[in-house]
C-alpha cells in the first residue's frame, strides 16, 4: 500500500477520535451545566435576585434536562415526547420513530366530564411531507458534496496530501451528517407505517 495513503488513514482516523470525543464531552458539559445551575439555585434567594432571573435560571435548568432526558432540543416538542412516553407503553424501535416524527405530531385536545383534557396525538401530513423533502435535500446536497470531495481528493498528486487528507476528512464529516439527517428526518415510502404508530398512541390526559 502507497505510504502517502497510510499518512491520510492515520490524518482520519485521528480526526475521527477527536470527533468522537467531543461527542462525549459535549455529552458531559451538558450534565455539568445541570449540576451548575442546580448548585447556584440556592445562592439566588441570598443575593436576593429578583424574581425574572430565577424564573429564567428554573427554565435554563428545565430545558436541559429536557434535551438531556429526550435528546430533542427543542424544549416543547421535547414535553410533548414525555407525555407520549408517559401513557404508552412502547418499544425501543417505536420510540426512535415517534422521537423523528416529533416535528410532525399535533396535538388535539377535548374537555373531558371532569373539567381536565384529553390530548390526542396526530400526524400532520402536510408537517409530514415538508420535513421529508428538506431531509431528501439535505441529503442530495451531502451526496454531491461527498463525492465531489472524495473523487477530487483520489486524484490529487502526492504533493498535495494534506490537501487530500483534510478532503477526505470533509467527505466523512457528510457522511456523518447524511447519517444524521436519516436518523431524524422521515423518509419517503414510510408515510403509512409512522401514520399508524402515531394514531396507535394513547390519548394523555392532562390533570393539570
Known amino acids: 500500500m502507497n505510504i502517502e495513503w497510510l499518512k491520510i488513514g492515520s490524518y482520519i482516523f485521528s480526526a475521527a477520535a477527536l470527533a468522537l470525543n467531543f461527542a462525549a464531552r459535549f455529552k458531559k458539559l451538558t450534565n455539568e451545566r445541570i449540576s451548575v445551575y442546580k448548585d447556584i439555585k440556592p445562592l439566588c434567594t441570598a443575593i436576593e435576585m429578583k424574581p425574572h432571573e430565577i424564573k429564567a435560571i428554573d427554565k435554563e435548568i428545565k430545558n436541559l434536562i429536557l434535551f438531556e432526558t429526550t435528546g430533542i432540543r ?3 416538542l421535547a414535553q410533548q415526547h414525555l407525555k407520549i412516553l408517559s401513557c404508552n407503553d412502547i418499544t425501543d424501535y417505536q420510540k426512535s420513530r415517534i422521537k423523528k416524527l416529533s416535528h410532525c405530531i399535533d396535538e388535539e385536545a377535548t374537555d373531558t366530564e371532569t373539567g381536565n383534557k384529553e390530548i390526542r396525538f396526530i400526524l400532520n401530513k402536510k408537517k409530514y411531507n415538508k420535513r421529508k423533502r428538506q431531509g431528501a435535500v439535505l441529503i442530495a446536497v451531502c451526496l454531491f458534496g461527498y ?3 472524495f473523487f477530487t481528493a483520489l486524484r490529487l498528486p502526492k504533493e498535495e496530501i494534506l490537501l487530500a487528507a483534510a478532503m477526505l476528512f470533509m467527505s ?8 444524521s439527517t436519516v436518523a431524524t428526518h422521515p423518509m419517503f415510502g414510510f408515510y403509512k407505517k409512522n401514520k399508524e ?3 396507535s398512541l394513547n390519548n394523555y390526559r392532562d390533570e393539570s
Do not use: S, T
Open 74 to 76: 427543542d424544549p416543547l
Open 197 to 199: 404508530i402515531i394514531d
Open 172 to 179: 466523512l464529516a457528510l457522511i456523518f451528517v447524511i447519517l
Open 147 to 149: 463525492y465531489a470531495l
